[in-house]
């Protein structure tokens, strides 16, 4: 069965982005991070023959034709709709939108997600029946379910953005079916996280 990436984006639009961030280092900056970020989780993930990427994109009205969209000609890629309702119902929803096998989904305020994050997640619904990607608050970066763990929609009574959100998630999955876990990344939400991303880039240059 083919592996599905659902990459779940927010249409790059200058003052609806990042907004905790904004308020730190301000709207245009918060934007240009947010653009790079999605630009190059696109055209590091899109391209790769190992899965099938898809774009789930809020707001719906976003129609792919807007000149900052950092979506190259260059890339092929499906783009499918969020939908209303709270983050559980749009995941669940896109989950529930993916032909048979195993699914991978991921958001796009992670710079530090590359290709090998994604297999390693695939590699992990060969023995497991869910796989998370934890942040250091409590929430995930990424979330991949198996044909089995798909059926349960564990994406309901969440609470997002919260300290619990992965262990409410989990708790969803029904007893017996197992979990594993990938490496914690951290998203970039305020001026600290993204402080110290901006560091951890310097060091990284300089070595």
């Known amino acids: 069965m083919r592996r ?12 609806s982005v990042k907004q905790r961030l904004a308020r730190d280092i301000g709207r245009e900056e918060a934007w240009k991070f947010y653009r790079g970020t999605v630009r190059r989780l696109i055209h590091g993930l899109a391209r790769d023959p190992r899965w099938n990427c898809h774009l789930v994109v809020t707001p719906d009205s976003f129609n792919g034709n807007e000149p900052f969209w950092p979506l190259s000609r260059s890339v092929s890629c499906p783009v499918l709709k969020q939908g209303a ?3 559980g119902l749009r995941m669940g ?3 529930d939108a993916m ?11 992670i710079p530090e997600l590359r290709p090998r994050h994604i297999a390693q997640a695939f590699a992990a619904l060969g023995r497991a029946d869910a796989v998370f990607g934890p942040a250091a608050d409590g929430g995930y970066w990424l979330v991949g379910l ?13 609470a997002w953005s919260s300290a619990d959100a992965l262990a ?12 594993a876990m990938l490496e914690t ?16 880039c310097r060091h990284e240059t300089r070595q």
């Open 168 to 179: 409410d998630t989990a708790r969803n999955l029904p007893n017996g079916q197992t979990i």
């Open 185 to 200: 990344l951290s998203d970039i939400d305020v001026g600290a996280d993204h402080a110290r991303w901006r560091e951890r």
């Open 146 to 158: 198996s044909p089995r763990a798909r059926r349960a929609n564990p994406f309901s009574g969440v």
């Open 99 to 109: 032909p048979p096998g195993p699914a991978v989904l991921v958001g796009s305020d």
């Open 85 to 87: 309702g709270d983050l």
């Open 93 to 95: 929803r896109a989950f």
């Open 4 to 15: 599905n990436l659902l990459l779940f984006v927010k249409a790059p639009r200058l003052g």
